[in-house]
């Protein structure tokens, strides 16, 4: 199954476009689906003749820095930014072009028939303009304290509070569940009941987990497919675990799939596999 590319994917690849596109000037920008543009203002024609300034990410966006406005693009999880050599008028799969003043241009597409990456256009990259005000801190940027103060508030569960981005920007599925695995937690263990050791151990476990995975990326030359990414428990059912070698279980959802060590994570208990995540006698 794909998955929403998460912040070290996301920041690697900004990297490497800012690298590439900017000081670059933009010729125009077209949206090549109905469903690509989610915002009217302001107007894409501002930005022609525009030098794209950087490009930069927050949480799971992607953003393209010019002067009078920002492109903030989200990939979702079968979308992809990437320098566009063909310019084919109709290109499989394109939601998006950028065309740039010197004949270059950047394609946003996407894989599958949902068509759910989108483009806002914003006043700037600040966290005052939507989508971006509803997201949370740079997931590893938090301080433990202010990680502490968010647990405690928040009676739920850790793996649903570490995909939700209004706590911490830029965290998925597999980051939570590598996160949890590391920490030694289980996925399903009360925010507001962890210990002070629990929350340490759960701070350094998110922070080294994204730090591994933004290496990772930045020795690659384009964004890593799911399949790819590094981690210990997550899409690995069924195999052992690389720290005590009992076996990988998970807990599956319509939507997604939650995995899970017993051995490190749940005291050797088995989560039953429903919705209701109770434990199996």
Same mark, same amino acid.
């Given at each position: 199954?794909?998955?929403?590319p998460?912040l070290?994917?996301?920041?690697?690849?900004?990297?490497?476009?800012d690298r590439?596109?900017?000081?670059?000037?933009?010729?125009?920008f077209?949206?090549?689906?109905?469903?690509?543009?989610?915002t009217?203002?302001?107007?894409?024609?501002d930005?022609?003749?525009?030098?794209?300034?950087?490009?930069?990410?927050?949480?799971?966006y992607?953003?393209l820095?010019?002067?009078p406005? !920002?492109?903030?693009?989200?990939l979702?999880?079968?979308?992809?930014?990437?320098p566009?050599?063909?310019?084919s008028?109709?290109?499989?799969?394109?939601?998006?072009?950028?065309e740039?003043t010197?004949g270059?241009a950047?394609?946003?597409?996407?894989?599958?028939?949902?068509?759910?990456?989108?483009?806002?256009?914003?006043?700037?990259s600040?966290?005052?303009?939507?989508?971006?005000?509803?997201l949370?801190?740079e997931?590893?940027?938090v301080?433990?304290?202010a990680?502490e103060?968010?647990?405690?508030s928040?009676?739920?569960?850790?793996h649903?509070?570490l995909?939700?981005?209004?706590?911490?920007?830029?965290?998925g599925r597999r980051l939570?569940?590598?996160?949890c695995?590391?920490?030694?937690?289980?996925?399903f263990?009360?925010t507001?009941?962890? !210990?002070?050791?629990?929350v340490l151990?759960?701070?350094?476990a998110?922070k080294s987990?994204?730090?591994?995975s933004l290496?990772?990326e930045r020795?690659?030359?384009?964004?890593?497919?799911?399949?790819?990414?590094?981690?210990s428990?997550?899409?690995?059912?069924?195999e052992?675990?690389?720290?005590? !070698?009992?076996?990988?279980?998970s807990?599956?959802?319509?939507?997604?799939?939650v995995?899970?060590c017993?051995?490190?994570?749940?005291?050797?208990?088995?989560?039953?596999?429903n919705?209701?995540?109770?434990f199996?006698?």
């Amino acid at each position: 199954m794909l998955a929403v590319p998460e912040l070290p994917e996301i920041r690697a690849h900004a990297e490497r476009l800012d690298r590439d596109f900017a000081g670059h000037v933009l010729n125009g920008f077209r949206a090549l689906s109905f469903t690509a543009l989610k915002t009217v203002t302001p107007p894409t024609d501002d930005a022609e003749g525009s030098t794209l300034e950087r490009v930069t990410s927050r949480g799971k966006y992607l953003l393209l820095e010019l002067s009078p406005l !920002t492109f903030a693009v989200h990939l979702m999880q079968g979308g992809r930014l990437r320098p566009d050599t063909k310019k084919s008028p109709r290109p499989r799969g394109g939601l998006a072009r950028w065309e740039f003043t010197d004949g270059r241009a950047l394609l946003l597409s996407e894989a599958g028939s949902e068509k759910r990456a989108g483009v806002w256009t914003l006043p700037d990259s600040s966290d005052d303009n939507e989508p971006l005000s509803e997201l949370g801190p740079e997931a590893d940027g938090v301080s433990v304290e202010a990680l502490e103060a968010m647990l405690r508030s928040n009676s739920g569960r850790v793996h649903g509070f570490l995909r939700d981005q209004t706590n911490l920007a830029g965290l998925g599925r597999r980051l939570a569940n590598e996160a949890c695995h590391r920490a030694r937690l289980s996925p399903f263990a009360n925010t507001s009941k962890l !210990t002070d050791v629990e929350v340490l151990a759960l701070h350094t476990a998110i922070k080294s987990t994204i730090d591994e995975s933004l290496a990772y990326e930045r020795s690659r030359e384009d964004m890593s497919s799911s399949k790819e990414r590094p981690g210990s428990v997550h899409n690995r059912g069924g195999e052992s675990c690389p720290v005590c !070698t009992d076996k990988v279980r998970s807990v599956e959802y319509s939507a997604y799939t939650v995995f899970y060590c017993p051995t490190c994570q749940t005291g050797g208990r088995i989560l039953a596999d429903n919705t209701t995540s109770r434990f199996l006698k």
